[in-house]
Protein backbone atom coordinates (compact mmCIF):
# COMPACT_ATOMS: atom_id res chain seq x y z
CA UNK A 1 0.00 0.00 0.00
CA UNK A 2 1.25 3.86 -0.96
CA UNK A 3 2.41 5.54 1.89
CA UNK A 4 -0.03 8.97 0.40
CA UNK A 5 -3.21 9.46 -0.14
CA UNK A 6 -2.68 9.88 -3.75
CA UNK A 7 -0.12 8.73 -6.37
CA UNK A 8 -1.13 12.44 -7.89
CA UNK A 9 -2.79 15.21 -6.68
CA UNK A 10 -3.29 18.23 -9.31
CA UNK A 11 -4.05 21.43 -8.32
CA UNK A 12 -6.23 23.40 -11.32
CA UNK A 13 -8.61 21.19 -13.74
CA UNK A 14 -8.03 23.22 -17.11
CA UNK A 15 -6.95 21.92 -20.33
CA UNK A 16 -3.58 20.44 -18.91
CA UNK A 17 -4.71 19.50 -15.52
CA UNK A 18 -7.92 17.58 -16.82
CA UNK A 19 -5.37 15.90 -19.25
CA UNK A 20 -2.39 14.79 -17.13
CA UNK A 21 -5.05 13.83 -14.68
CA UNK A 22 -7.05 11.63 -16.92
CA UNK A 23 -4.08 9.74 -18.18
CA UNK A 24 -2.30 9.10 -14.86
CA UNK A 25 -5.16 7.22 -13.27
CA UNK A 26 -5.77 5.30 -17.06
CA UNK A 27 -1.97 4.38 -15.96
CA UNK A 28 -3.34 3.02 -12.70
CA UNK A 29 -2.82 6.06 -10.34
CA UNK A 30 -4.39 6.87 -7.58
CA UNK A 31 -5.66 10.78 -8.16
CA UNK A 32 -7.52 13.58 -6.94
CA UNK A 33 -7.63 16.99 -8.44
CA UNK A 34 -8.33 20.12 -6.58
CA UNK A 35 -10.76 22.93 -8.39
CA UNK A 36 -11.47 26.19 -6.68
CA UNK A 37 -13.92 27.37 -9.52
CA UNK A 38 -15.32 25.34 -12.22
CA UNK A 39 -13.91 21.80 -14.34
CA UNK A 40 -12.95 22.71 -17.57
CA UNK A 41 -10.23 26.08 -16.64
CA UNK A 42 -9.76 29.37 -18.53
CA UNK A 43 -10.02 28.12 -22.61
CA UNK A 44 -13.90 26.13 -21.82
CA UNK A 45 -14.68 28.62 -19.12
CA UNK A 46 -13.91 31.71 -19.75
CA UNK A 47 -11.55 31.82 -22.39
CA UNK A 48 -10.86 30.60 -25.76
CA UNK A 49 -14.00 28.54 -26.34
CA UNK A 50 -17.11 31.35 -24.99
CA UNK A 51 -14.84 33.44 -27.20
CA UNK A 52 -15.00 31.81 -30.49
CA UNK A 53 -18.21 31.30 -30.37
CA UNK A 54 -19.11 35.43 -29.67
CA UNK A 55 -16.80 35.61 -33.15
CA UNK A 56 -19.45 32.96 -35.36
CA UNK A 57 -21.92 35.42 -33.71
CA UNK A 58 -20.22 38.54 -34.57
CA UNK A 59 -19.65 37.35 -38.03
CA UNK A 60 -23.10 37.54 -38.41
CA UNK A 61 -23.35 41.33 -38.77
CA UNK A 62 -21.38 41.23 -42.12
CA UNK A 63 -22.43 37.99 -43.81
CA UNK A 64 -26.32 39.29 -43.23
CA UNK A 65 -25.20 42.55 -44.98
CA UNK A 66 -23.16 40.50 -47.75
CA UNK A 67 -26.58 37.89 -48.31
CA UNK A 68 -27.83 41.24 -50.01
CA UNK A 69 -25.35 41.22 -53.21
CA UNK A 70 -25.57 36.80 -53.03
CA UNK A 71 -29.55 37.25 -53.53
CA UNK A 72 -31.04 37.12 -50.22
CA UNK A 73 -33.76 40.00 -48.80
CA UNK A 74 -33.81 40.13 -45.39
CA UNK A 75 -35.68 42.21 -42.56
CA UNK A 76 -33.70 44.50 -40.84
CA UNK A 77 -31.66 42.62 -38.33
CA UNK A 78 -31.76 42.97 -35.08
CA UNK A 79 -28.90 41.67 -31.97
CA UNK A 80 -30.02 40.47 -29.27
CA UNK A 81 -27.14 40.52 -26.75
CA UNK A 82 -28.50 38.55 -23.92
CA UNK A 83 -29.54 35.98 -25.79
CA UNK A 84 -26.20 35.17 -27.16
CA UNK A 85 -25.22 35.32 -24.08
CA UNK A 86 -26.75 33.19 -22.43
CA UNK A 87 -26.20 30.43 -25.31
CA UNK A 88 -23.27 30.82 -25.07
CA UNK A 89 -23.01 30.29 -20.86
CA UNK A 90 -25.07 27.57 -21.18
CA UNK A 91 -22.97 25.45 -23.55
CA UNK A 92 -20.17 26.67 -20.88
CA UNK A 93 -22.17 24.47 -18.62
CA UNK A 94 -22.35 21.41 -20.56
CA UNK A 95 -18.89 21.56 -21.42
CA UNK A 96 -18.13 22.28 -17.64
CA UNK A 97 -20.08 18.97 -17.42
CA UNK A 98 -18.17 16.63 -20.06
CA UNK A 99 -15.39 17.66 -17.98
CA UNK A 100 -15.99 16.77 -14.92
CA UNK A 101 -17.61 13.83 -16.40
CA UNK A 102 -14.72 12.75 -18.04
CA UNK A 103 -12.57 12.94 -14.37
CA UNK A 104 -15.09 11.00 -12.95
CA UNK A 105 -15.38 7.93 -15.32
CA UNK A 106 -11.41 7.66 -14.87
CA UNK A 107 -11.97 7.63 -11.25
CA UNK A 108 -10.30 10.67 -10.22
CA UNK A 109 -11.60 12.29 -6.87
CA UNK A 110 -12.51 16.05 -7.33
CA UNK A 111 -12.58 18.43 -4.75
CA UNK A 112 -14.78 21.81 -5.62
CA UNK A 113 -12.48 23.83 -3.26
CA UNK A 114 -8.95 25.33 -3.54
CA UNK A 115 -5.73 23.93 -2.13
CA UNK A 116 -2.32 24.65 -1.38
CA UNK A 117 1.05 22.97 -0.52
CA UNK A 118 1.74 23.59 3.44
CA UNK A 119 4.36 21.14 3.90
CA UNK A 120 6.40 17.77 1.82
CA UNK A 121 4.31 15.51 -0.21
CA UNK A 122 1.18 17.77 1.43
CA UNK A 123 -1.92 20.33 1.00
CA UNK A 124 -4.34 21.27 2.95
CA UNK A 125 -7.79 22.17 1.43
CA UNK A 126 -10.23 24.87 1.94
CA UNK A 127 -12.08 22.74 4.31
CA UNK A 128 -9.19 21.87 5.90
CA UNK A 129 -9.27 18.57 5.11
CA UNK A 130 -5.19 17.40 4.86
CA UNK A 131 -3.91 15.06 2.12
CA UNK A 132 -0.91 13.71 1.05
CA UNK A 133 0.81 12.37 -2.62
CA UNK A 134 3.36 11.06 -4.18
CA UNK A 135 3.87 13.20 -6.99
CA UNK A 136 2.09 16.83 -6.74
CA UNK A 137 1.14 18.87 -10.18
CA UNK A 138 0.31 22.46 -10.36
CA UNK A 139 -1.89 23.02 -13.13
CA UNK A 140 -3.34 26.54 -12.25
CA UNK A 141 -2.99 28.55 -15.70
CA UNK A 142 -3.36 32.35 -15.94
CA UNK A 143 -5.10 34.98 -15.54
CA UNK A 144 -5.20 38.14 -17.07
CA UNK A 145 -3.19 41.10 -15.79
CA UNK A 146 -4.64 44.63 -14.63
CA UNK A 147 -2.79 48.19 -15.07
CA UNK A 148 -2.53 49.79 -11.93
CA UNK A 149 -3.67 53.33 -11.94
CA UNK A 150 -6.11 55.49 -10.07
CA UNK A 151 -9.07 54.17 -11.06
CA UNK A 152 -8.01 50.67 -12.36
CA UNK A 153 -10.55 49.19 -10.52
CA UNK A 154 -13.78 50.54 -13.09
CA UNK A 155 -11.96 48.27 -15.61
CA UNK A 156 -13.00 44.99 -17.15
CA UNK A 157 -10.93 42.16 -18.35
CA UNK A 158 -12.14 39.22 -20.43
CA UNK A 159 -13.37 37.21 -17.78
CA UNK A 160 -15.99 39.72 -17.55
CA UNK A 161 -16.81 40.00 -21.01
CA UNK A 162 -18.38 36.98 -21.30
CA UNK A 163 -21.12 38.17 -18.40
CA UNK A 164 -21.98 41.68 -19.72
CA UNK A 165 -25.80 42.75 -17.98
CA UNK A 166 -25.71 44.53 -22.07
CA UNK A 167 -23.44 45.58 -24.68
CA UNK A 168 -22.04 48.73 -24.02
CA UNK A 169 -22.08 51.56 -26.81
CA UNK A 170 -18.02 52.39 -26.16
CA UNK A 171 -15.56 50.62 -25.44
CA UNK A 172 -12.14 51.28 -24.85
CA UNK A 173 -9.58 47.92 -25.36
CA UNK A 174 -6.01 48.28 -23.34
CA UNK A 175 -3.31 46.40 -24.86
CA UNK A 176 -2.16 45.06 -28.73
CA UNK A 177 -1.72 41.51 -28.70
CA UNK A 178 -4.07 38.42 -29.62
CA UNK A 179 -7.00 39.03 -27.04
CA UNK A 180 -7.14 43.20 -27.63
CA UNK A 181 -7.71 42.41 -31.02
CA UNK A 182 -9.82 39.66 -30.94
CA UNK A 183 -12.46 41.37 -28.57
CA UNK A 184 -11.95 44.75 -30.79
CA UNK A 185 -13.42 42.93 -33.44
CA UNK A 186 -16.37 41.22 -31.72
CA UNK A 187 -17.25 44.73 -29.96
CA UNK A 188 -17.00 46.32 -33.64
CA UNK A 189 -19.64 43.80 -35.24
CA UNK A 190 -21.62 43.84 -32.31
CA UNK A 191 -22.47 48.03 -32.79
CA UNK A 192 -20.51 49.28 -29.84
CA UNK A 193 -17.44 52.38 -31.16
CA UNK A 194 -14.23 50.76 -30.06
CA UNK A 195 -10.98 52.27 -29.29
CA UNK A 196 -7.63 50.48 -29.04
CA UNK A 197 -4.83 52.33 -26.47
CA UNK A 198 -1.55 50.56 -26.64
CA UNK A 199 1.67 51.68 -25.25
CA UNK A 200 3.50 50.50 -27.57
CA UNK A 201 4.03 51.04 -31.51
CA UNK A 202 2.65 47.71 -32.85
CA UNK A 203 0.16 45.16 -32.99
CA UNK A 204 0.69 41.87 -32.58
CA UNK A 205 4.13 41.84 -32.23
CA UNK A 206 4.80 38.05 -32.30
CA UNK A 207 3.06 38.01 -35.65
CA UNK A 208 4.94 38.99 -38.99
CA UNK A 209 4.89 42.62 -39.76
CA UNK A 210 2.79 42.12 -42.97
CA UNK A 211 0.07 40.78 -41.34
CA UNK A 212 -0.60 43.20 -38.45
CA UNK A 213 -0.28 46.00 -40.60
CA UNK A 214 -2.56 44.69 -42.54
CA UNK A 215 -5.46 43.86 -40.03
CA UNK A 216 -4.55 47.32 -38.88
CA UNK A 217 -5.44 48.79 -42.28
CA UNK A 218 -8.99 46.74 -42.07
CA UNK A 219 -9.83 47.91 -38.15
CA UNK A 220 -9.55 51.08 -39.27
CA UNK A 221 -11.68 50.74 -42.17
CA UNK A 222 -14.75 49.16 -40.16
CA UNK A 223 -14.48 52.11 -37.83
CA UNK A 224 -12.22 51.03 -34.79
CA UNK A 225 -9.93 53.54 -33.56
CA UNK A 226 -6.41 52.94 -32.17
CA UNK A 227 -4.56 55.38 -29.95
CA UNK A 228 -0.60 54.09 -29.69
CA UNK A 229 2.31 55.01 -27.50
CA UNK A 230 -0.12 55.87 -25.09
CA UNK A 231 -0.78 55.12 -21.46
CA UNK A 232 -3.60 55.37 -18.87
CA UNK A 233 -3.47 57.71 -16.07
CA UNK A 234 -7.04 57.97 -14.35
CA UNK A 235 -10.46 56.49 -14.90
CA UNK A 236 -13.33 58.15 -13.13
CA UNK A 237 -16.81 56.70 -12.94
CA UNK A 238 -19.59 59.65 -14.38
CA UNK A 239 -22.93 60.35 -12.64
CA UNK A 240 -24.30 58.74 -15.59
CA UNK A 241 -22.27 55.64 -14.73
CA UNK A 242 -19.77 56.22 -17.92
CA UNK A 243 -16.18 56.51 -17.40
CA UNK A 244 -13.98 59.17 -17.89
CA UNK A 245 -10.31 58.47 -19.09
CA UNK A 246 -7.33 60.43 -19.34
CA UNK A 247 -4.34 59.29 -20.76
CA UNK A 248 -0.69 60.46 -21.61
CA UNK A 249 -0.40 60.42 -25.46
CA UNK A 250 -4.13 60.81 -26.16
CA UNK A 251 -7.14 63.12 -25.63
CA UNK A 252 -9.30 62.43 -22.42
CA UNK A 253 -12.67 60.34 -23.26
CA UNK A 254 -16.33 59.38 -22.49
CA UNK A 255 -16.30 55.58 -22.57
CA UNK A 256 -19.06 52.67 -21.44
CA UNK A 257 -16.60 50.18 -20.61
CA UNK A 258 -12.76 50.09 -20.51
CA UNK A 259 -11.33 46.43 -21.06
CA UNK A 260 -7.75 45.42 -19.78
CA UNK A 261 -6.40 43.09 -22.63
CA UNK A 262 -2.81 43.34 -21.41
CA UNK A 263 -1.21 39.73 -21.32
CA UNK A 264 -1.71 37.08 -18.77
CA UNK A 265 0.04 36.53 -15.58
CA UNK A 266 0.66 33.35 -14.18
CA UNK A 267 -1.94 32.07 -11.20
CA UNK A 268 0.84 30.99 -8.27
CA UNK A 269 -0.08 33.20 -6.21
CA UNK A 270 -1.61 31.33 -2.82
CA UNK A 271 -0.57 28.03 -3.63
CA UNK A 272 2.43 27.26 -0.80
CA UNK A 273 4.78 27.12 -3.24
CA UNK A 274 7.20 28.87 -1.25
CA UNK A 275 6.75 26.72 1.06
CA UNK A 276 9.27 23.85 -0.56
CA UNK A 277 10.87 25.93 -1.95
CA UNK A 278 9.90 25.55 -5.82
CA UNK A 279 11.54 28.13 -7.55
CA UNK A 280 9.75 30.73 -9.82
CA UNK A 281 10.56 33.22 -12.27
CA UNK A 282 10.03 37.03 -12.65
CA UNK A 283 6.52 37.20 -13.26
CA UNK A 284 5.61 34.38 -10.79
CA UNK A 285 6.05 31.03 -13.61
CA UNK A 286 7.13 27.95 -11.96
CA UNK A 287 10.27 27.01 -13.75
CA UNK A 288 10.99 23.29 -14.83
CA UNK A 289 12.52 21.37 -16.65
CA UNK A 290 11.72 19.73 -20.17
CA UNK A 291 9.81 16.77 -18.59
CA UNK A 292 7.90 19.46 -16.47
CA UNK A 293 9.81 19.07 -13.30
CA UNK A 294 10.55 21.64 -10.95
CA UNK A 295 13.57 21.88 -8.70
CA UNK A 296 11.40 20.02 -5.87
CA UNK A 297 11.74 16.33 -7.44
CA UNK A 298 8.02 15.61 -6.77
CA UNK A 299 6.57 18.53 -7.84
CA UNK A 300 5.46 19.19 -11.89
CA UNK A 301 3.95 21.63 -13.54
CA UNK A 302 2.26 22.11 -16.73
CA UNK A 303 0.17 25.04 -18.63
CA UNK A 304 -0.15 28.46 -18.56
CA UNK A 305 1.32 28.67 -14.73
CA UNK A 306 4.94 27.77 -16.37
CA UNK A 307 4.86 30.45 -18.39
CA UNK A 308 6.41 28.37 -21.31
CA UNK A 309 3.51 28.94 -24.40
CA UNK A 310 0.51 29.93 -23.36
CA UNK A 311 -1.78 28.13 -25.90
CA UNK A 312 -4.13 25.12 -24.87
CA UNK A 313 -3.39 22.58 -27.20
CA UNK A 314 0.66 23.02 -25.47
CA UNK A 315 -1.14 22.77 -21.85
CA UNK A 316 -2.57 19.47 -22.96
CA UNK A 317 0.97 17.92 -24.76
CA UNK A 318 2.84 18.84 -21.60
CA UNK A 319 -0.12 17.12 -19.45
CA UNK A 320 -0.26 13.97 -21.58
CA UNK A 321 3.74 13.83 -21.67
CA UNK A 322 3.55 14.37 -18.09
CA UNK A 323 1.71 11.61 -17.08
CA UNK A 324 3.25 9.32 -19.58
CA UNK A 325 6.35 10.23 -17.83
CA UNK A 326 5.99 9.59 -14.67
CA UNK A 327 3.58 6.85 -14.70
CA UNK A 328 3.63 4.94 -17.14
CA UNK A 329 7.99 5.07 -17.59
CA UNK A 330 7.31 6.32 -20.74
CA UNK A 331 9.81 9.40 -20.64
CA UNK A 332 8.50 12.38 -23.10
CA UNK A 333 8.82 15.50 -23.55
CA UNK A 334 7.34 18.51 -26.25
CA UNK A 335 8.44 19.79 -29.07
CA UNK A 336 7.96 23.23 -29.35
CA UNK A 337 9.50 24.10 -32.69
CA UNK A 338 6.52 25.14 -35.15
CA UNK A 339 4.09 25.42 -33.18
CA UNK A 340 0.61 26.85 -35.36
CA UNK A 341 -1.67 29.57 -33.99
CA UNK A 342 -4.32 31.86 -34.82
CA UNK A 343 -5.91 35.34 -34.04
CA UNK A 344 -9.65 34.83 -34.08
CA UNK A 345 -9.96 38.69 -35.00
CA UNK A 346 -12.10 40.28 -38.39
CA UNK A 347 -10.27 38.83 -40.74
CA UNK A 348 -8.56 36.18 -38.97
CA UNK A 349 -4.47 35.81 -38.52
CA UNK A 350 -2.82 32.05 -38.67
CA UNK A 351 0.94 30.96 -38.41
CA UNK A 352 3.41 28.79 -38.24
CA UNK A 353 7.53 28.75 -38.80
CA UNK A 354 9.43 31.77 -38.42
CA UNK A 355 8.06 35.38 -39.55
CA UNK A 356 10.46 37.18 -42.62
CA UNK A 357 12.43 38.76 -39.79
CA UNK A 358 12.98 35.78 -37.49
CA UNK A 359 13.82 34.16 -40.82
CA UNK A 360 16.71 36.59 -42.03
CA UNK A 361 18.08 37.44 -38.84
CA UNK A 362 18.89 33.24 -38.15
CA UNK A 363 19.25 31.65 -41.92
CA UNK A 364 20.72 34.60 -43.43
CA UNK A 365 19.58 34.00 -47.23
CA UNK A 366 15.67 33.33 -47.97
CA UNK A 367 12.75 33.62 -49.99
CA UNK A 368 9.53 35.30 -49.48
CA UNK A 369 6.49 34.71 -51.64
CA UNK A 370 3.23 35.95 -50.67
CA UNK A 371 0.08 36.52 -52.37
CA UNK A 372 -2.18 39.72 -51.94
CA UNK A 373 -5.99 38.95 -53.10
CA UNK A 374 -9.51 39.83 -52.91
CA UNK A 375 -11.38 36.38 -51.36
CA UNK A 376 -14.33 35.26 -54.08
CA UNK A 377 -16.80 36.25 -51.62
CA UNK A 378 -15.56 40.00 -50.34
CA UNK A 379 -15.36 40.50 -54.01
CA UNK A 380 -19.36 39.39 -54.57
CA UNK A 381 -20.05 40.79 -51.84
CA UNK A 382 -18.95 44.23 -52.76
CA UNK A 383 -16.34 44.04 -49.36
CA UNK A 384 -13.17 46.45 -49.99
CA UNK A 385 -11.09 43.64 -48.08
CA UNK A 386 -8.09 41.87 -48.61
CA UNK A 387 -6.21 38.36 -47.95
CA UNK A 388 -2.36 38.72 -47.56
CA UNK A 389 -0.41 35.23 -47.38
CA UNK A 390 3.00 34.63 -47.18
CA UNK A 391 5.48 31.79 -47.34
CA UNK A 392 9.24 31.74 -46.08
CA UNK A 393 11.37 29.51 -47.82
CA UNK A 394 15.21 28.43 -46.48
CA UNK A 395 17.11 29.24 -49.74
CA UNK A 396 19.97 26.80 -48.75
CA UNK A 397 17.65 23.70 -48.43
CA UNK A 398 14.37 25.12 -50.63
CA UNK A 399 12.28 24.06 -47.04
CA UNK A 400 9.36 26.30 -45.83
CA UNK A 401 9.87 27.83 -42.52
CA UNK A 402 7.12 29.69 -42.22
CA UNK A 403 3.83 30.69 -43.36
CA UNK A 404 1.75 33.46 -42.58
CA UNK A 405 -1.67 34.84 -43.41
CA UNK A 406 -4.53 37.18 -43.09
CA UNK A 407 -8.21 36.66 -44.54
CA UNK A 408 -11.23 34.53 -44.06
CA UNK A 409 -10.83 31.22 -42.00
CA UNK A 410 -7.24 31.25 -42.08
CA UNK A 411 -7.21 29.35 -39.14
CA UNK A 412 -8.94 26.38 -40.32
CA UNK A 413 -6.68 26.36 -43.54
CA UNK A 414 -3.59 26.98 -41.59
CA UNK A 415 -4.04 23.85 -39.96
CA UNK A 416 -3.63 21.62 -42.49
CA UNK A 417 -0.77 23.26 -43.98
CA UNK A 418 0.85 23.19 -40.15
CA UNK A 419 1.85 19.88 -40.81
CA UNK A 420 3.81 20.18 -43.98
CA UNK A 421 5.65 22.64 -42.51
CA UNK A 422 6.30 20.65 -39.26
CA UNK A 423 7.24 18.01 -41.51
CA UNK A 424 9.93 20.10 -43.38
CA UNK A 425 8.31 19.64 -46.70
CA UNK A 426 10.22 22.38 -49.64
CA UNK A 427 8.88 24.81 -51.94
CA UNK A 428 8.65 22.09 -54.41
CA UNK A 429 6.40 20.52 -52.59
CA UNK A 430 4.44 22.59 -52.53
CA UNK A 431 4.54 23.25 -56.17
CA UNK A 432 4.20 20.30 -57.00
CA UNK A 433 0.64 19.82 -55.10
CA UNK A 434 -2.34 20.12 -56.97
CA UNK A 435 -4.70 23.41 -56.09
CA UNK A 436 -8.33 22.83 -55.02
CA UNK A 437 -9.92 25.40 -57.38
CA UNK A 438 -11.83 27.73 -56.44
CA UNK A 439 -10.30 28.26 -53.18
CA UNK A 440 -8.13 30.81 -50.92
CA UNK A 441 -6.36 27.87 -49.60
CA UNK A 442 -4.89 27.26 -53.33
CA UNK A 443 -3.13 30.37 -53.10
CA UNK A 444 -0.11 28.73 -51.01
CA UNK A 445 0.21 25.96 -53.79
CA UNK A 446 0.38 28.38 -56.55
CA UNK A 447 3.17 31.10 -55.16
CA UNK A 448 5.64 31.83 -57.89
Known sequence: MSDYDFDLFTIGAGSGGVRASRVAAAHGAKVAVAEEYRVGGTCVIRGCVPKKMLVYGAHFAEDLEDAKQFGWDLEEPKFDWKRLRDTVLGDVDRLNGL??????NHEVTIFHERAEITGDHELTLASGKVVTAKYILVATGAEPARLDFPGAEHAITSNEAFHLDEMPKRVMIAGGGYIANEFAGIF???????????RGDKLLRSYDEGLSDRLLKISLMKGIQFHFNTTFESITKNDDGSLHVTMNGAEEMD??????????????????????GVEQGKIG???VDEYSKTNVDYIYAVGDVTNRVQLTPVAIREGQA?????FNDDPKTVDYGCIPSA???????????MTEGEARNKLGSIRVYQSDFRPMKNVVAGRNERGLYKMIVDDATDKVV???????????????FAVAV???????DFDATTAIHPSMAEELVLLK
Open 322 to 326: FADTV
Open 255 to 276: VDCVMFATGRTPHTKGLGLETV
Open 99 to 104: YTETLE
Open 402 to 416: GIHMIGPESAEIMQG
Open 422 to 428: KAGLTKA
Open 343 to 353: VFSHPQIAAVG
Open 188 to 198: NQFGSQVCIVN
Open 285 to 287: EIL
